[in-house]
């Protein structure tokens, strides 16, 4: 351009000498005219030759005295023009700060507007604001602001990285200061922020922009309604509506159409139908999006006859039929499977000379694909051809439903017929084929398909990668999935949270949690943040792995990562604690989770009233259920069992009785743990009669007693001294293949010694032992006392050698059992060897035991062993006697 202009001028220039000699001396006006313009020119040449010098010392090397130096003798006092210059063609930030400074020693004043606003762009450009805020802040001081370009410039660069709160940080930093953001700035970040669905940074912004006068438009109102209708916050929305009518606003046409599509989408229906009759009532008349959106709206929420109506009403004298009204009627009736008539919808289209589209057969199939008619929709596929070429999503439609439905060949030739229609798979379909052979548990195929894939053709995407990792890692392939996460890495994907939460699950579901906790540290060491569902998860599996500490302290890291623990954080870390034996934490928990505001879903009332249940807080759990119930929560198997469980154990079992009635009339399909807890309850307290209708009931329903439920039934006969009917009741559990285990035969020897019929009791020993069932301390104990009584000293001492040899560990009452046992046999000596033994690890002895032993000393004449347990039993009579008075 600059040489252009020069050859002009010259030729101008060369005209006018010529001229001149042919004129009376307006020719020489011209010449000198002439000259000044080509001095102009020679001034602006100059000025850009000395730009490009500045540039080129600058950037020579890092700033210092040599560049300074450098500058000086160039030019000891920069004017602004050349500031300005250098500044709009340096494209490094801080040299542009460097200079900007040494320029402001050198001249001893401010610099002009023009300069700040360049080093502004600058910065915009580079996207580099370290020291935005000291020159927006020297602006002020100076008295003049940014202007609207480097305003909207610096906006503008944060939006288009995405960087959409630094942009609000911007605005808000020019604010600071009391400049004036500029208009555009202002809208071009709304309409970015309403793209991610932050609407209280967009309702900040538009109240500044009323606070500065700008005029604000319906659109604006419309961007922001829009946004509090999606995310489902009506009074919000509603509250900008009523403020744009007060401020004289009409509603338009698109404004009543986001109205109805936003507020129906969040399933106010009833508002979005207000709408559609107050737009008529405003004198505007519905177009074909009004009428399509209130009709979507209408089918999602099931009521499809009110939407047929609103159809019809469209339709009426309309000569051209609107193919989006016909799509959205034809999905509307296919989601409720009236495939008959969208197929009828269809020929209406046909008929009024409107070819159904792609999109058309694309709803159907979808529709067919969800009810699992794969057949019907391979028909349908096949009488589309005639009327509309099948796209890509037709393709992966069909892939998707065949997928699921396990048909792989087929799934394999529509891929095929896909190719030969010039389509080729995207990585959408592949994504689809991979997730839904995951899930139906096909991962060889789903490995082959990802192996297969053509890079060139169609990359893996992170959707690819993490979709196989999920699949491989909950069918216990974890090192498959890890070394495919290695494989991600290595093609540059980053892996998300998502992935992370499904390794993290995996490891530890395999019982390596130490590889579950690496697979943590390494997400943090990569910079990848850890979102709620992640701390959840991890959490989880840390508590079900047992490291209730590490459990609590990721409580805590929740709210340390800026996170508000939700409802299902509580959950997680209520249910874990109960499990783990501090239920009496629930209440506290319970009451922090209120103080939250965190809204209560079933899983999370069940959590809780487990807890009360358990810590004894039984009349809490009450009032919890009859609470979930008024909030429209509907009981669960797992809340009435908790509640019954917890009236049963505390006897209040007429209560837990009428609550079992209550979830029969509601239909509730009751199981074997309710029925066990009711028949442990009844037998408890002695109503045998009860107990044994509900065993009888329970097996009516068709539920077979498991072993825990014939032990309840079997202690409660043993304490009733019942032991004949507990044996009766011990064959029918073995006729009906009800394997019993060591509480069940510890039962039966409890009950049998009681009676003094230990021989009896000793052959179900020899039975359980035949069964490789490990008797308990108890069971033993029960033994040892039993043969002692019985006279069977030498077995009974014999099976308490065996017990230890084994590794248990016996209980004072083992140790006093068989002390009386040697020393009613006449076997003084092996019975002090036990009591010295006893004493040594602390165990009480009986006074009987010590009178029995005595007596048997005194016979064998060990008389210093005898003194020995005299004085033994004189301090224990001294201590009872204490104890009493005290």
Not at 92 to 100: K, P, R, S, T, W
Not at 750 to 778: D, H, S, Y
Not at 806 to 832: F, K, M, Q, V
Request: glycine share 6%.
């Amino acid at each position: 351009i600059s040489l252009c202009i020069r050859t002009t001028c010259c030729q101008i220039f060369n005209t006018c000498k010529s001229l001149s000699s042919l004129s009376d001396g307006s020719s020489s006006e011209l010449y000198k005219k002439s000259s000044i313009f080509e001095g102009k020119i020679n001034s602006i040449e100059g000025v850009r030759k000395e730009v490009d010098d500045v540039c080129c010392i600058l950037e020579s090397g890092p700033w210092g005295s040599a560049i300074e130096n450098a500058l000086s003798s160039l030019n000891e006092k920069p004017q602004p023009g050349l500031i300005i210059g250098v500044l709009r063609k340096l494209k490094d930030v801080n040299l542009a700060i460097n200079y900007f400074r040494w320029t402001e020693k050198k001249t001893d004043q401010a610099h002009c507007p023009e300069a700040y606003n360049s080093l502004l762009i600058l910065m915009a450009r580079n996207k580099k604001f370290d020291f935005l805020e000291q020159v927006l802040e020297e602006m002020s001081m100076v008295g003049f602001g940014p202007s609207s370009n480097a305003c909207i410039e610096l906006v503008v660069s944060c939006v288009k990285s995405q960087k959409l709160r630094e942009a609000f940080d911007i605005i808000q930093m020019m604010r600071k200061f009391k400049f004036r953001p500029a208009f555009s700035a202002y809208t071009t970040l709304i309409g970015a922020l309403s793209a991610v669905f932050e609407s209280d940074l967009m309702l900040t912004l538009f109240h500044q922009m009323q606070e500065l006068g700008y005029e604000v438009s319906v659109h604006l109102f419309t961007t922001l309604i829009r946004v509090f209708a999606k995310e489902g916050r009506v009074d919000a929305a509603l509250n900008l509506l009523d403020e744009m009518r007060s401020n004289c606003f009409e509603a338009d046409v698109v404004l009543y159409n986001v109205c109805i599509d936003c507020f129906g989408k969040v399933g106010k229906v009833d508002m979005a139908w207000k709408f559609f009759h107050e737009m008529k009532a405003q004198g505007l008349v519905p177009d074909d999006v009004t009428f399509t959106s209130m009709i979507g709206v209408l089918c999602k929420s099931n009521r499809l006859q009110e939407a047929i109506e609103l159809f019809e009403l469209m339709e009426q004298d309309r000569k051209v039929p609107c193919a989006y009204a016909y799509n959205t009627m034809i999905m509307g009736y296919g989601s409720v499977g009236k495939f008959d008539e969208a197929y009828g919808l269809l020929e209406r289209q046909k008929a009024k000379g409107s070819i159904p589209s792609v999109i058309s057969y694309n709803c159907i199939l979808t529709c067919l694909g969800k009810k699992g008619k794969v057949q019907e929709a391979l028909r349908i596929f096949e009488d589309m051809k005639k009327d509309a070429v099948p796209n890509l999503p037709t393709y992966n439609i069909l892939i998707d439903m065949l997928c699921k439905d396990g048909n792989l060949e087929d799934a394999l030739r529509i891929q095929g017929a896909m190719k030969e229609a010039g389509l080729y798979p995207n990585v959408i379909t592949v994504n689809i084929m991979i997730d839904r052979l995951c899930k139906a548990q096909k991962l060889d195929e789903a490995v082959s398909i990802f192996e297969g894939m053509d890079h060139k053709v169609c990359c893996p995407n992170e959707v690819t990668f993490c979709s196989l990792i999920d699949g491989l890692g909950k069918h216990g392939r974890v090192n498959d999935a890890y070394r495919l996460y290695e494989k991600m890495l290595d093609s540059n994907k980053i892996p998300n949270a998502v992935v992370y939460t499904s390794l993290i699950r995996n490891f530890f579901k395999c019982g390596r949690k130490e590889d579950g906790h690496k697979i943590y540290k390494e997400m943090l060491r990569r910079g990848c943040a850890p979102d709620l569902m992640l701390l959840n998860t991890y959490m989880d599996c840390v508590f079900k792995a047992g490291e209730i500490e590490k459990g609590r302290a990721l409580f805590e890291e929740i709210k340390a990562q800026g996170f508000i623990p939700d409802v299902q954080s509580y959950s997680i870390l209520i249910h874990c604690l109960v499990k783990a034996g501090f239920a009496h934490e629930t209440y506290q928990l319970f009451h922090a989770m209120k103080e939250q505001g965190c809204i209560l879903d079933t899983r999370a009332y069940n959590t809780v009233i487990d807890g009360f249940c358990k810590s004894g807080k039984v009349n809490k759990a009450y009032q919890l259920l009859e609470e979930m119930k008024s909030k429209g929560h509907q009981p669960t198997v797992v809340t009435y069992g908790s509640v019954i469980d917890g009236l049963s154990k505390i006897d209040r079992l007429d209560e837990a009785y009428m609550l079992l009635e209550e979830a029969k009339s509601q239909g509730i399909e009751l199981n074997l743990v309710i029925y066990s807890s009711l028949i442990d309850g009844f037998g408890k307290v002695g109503r045998i009669d009860e107990a044994y209708l509900i065993l009888e009931e329970l097996m009516q329903k068709g539920l077979t007693p498991n072993t825990y439920t014939w032990n309840c039934l079997l202690d409660a006969l043993v304490k009733a001294e019942e032991v004949d009917e507990a044996l009766v009741c011990f064959k029918s559990m073995k006729d009906m293949n009800c394997p019993p285990n060591h509480i069940t035969y510890s039962i039966l020897i409890n009950g049998l010694c009681k009676i003094r019929k230990f021989n009896k009791a000793f052959v179900l020993w020899q039975e359980m032992e035949k069964q490789w069932l490990k008797p308990n301390t108890i069971t033993y104990t029960t033994m040892i006392s039993g043969l002692a009584k019985a006279g069977n000293v030498a077995e009974a001492h014999g099976l308490f050698e065996r017990f230890k040899a084994n590794g248990g560990i016996p209980d004072s009452a083992c140790y006093n059992a068989i002390i009386e046992g040697l020393s009613n046999a006449n076997r003084a000596t092996d019975a002090y060897k036990l009591f010295e033994e006893t004493r040594r690890k602390g165990f009480n002895i009986h006074t009987k035991t010590c009178v029995v032993l005595l007596d048997a000393l005194h016979k064998a004449e060990c008389l210093e062993q005898a003194a020995i347990v005299g004085a033994v039993l004189k301090e224990t009579a001294k201590s009872q006697h204490a104890s009493k008075y005290w």
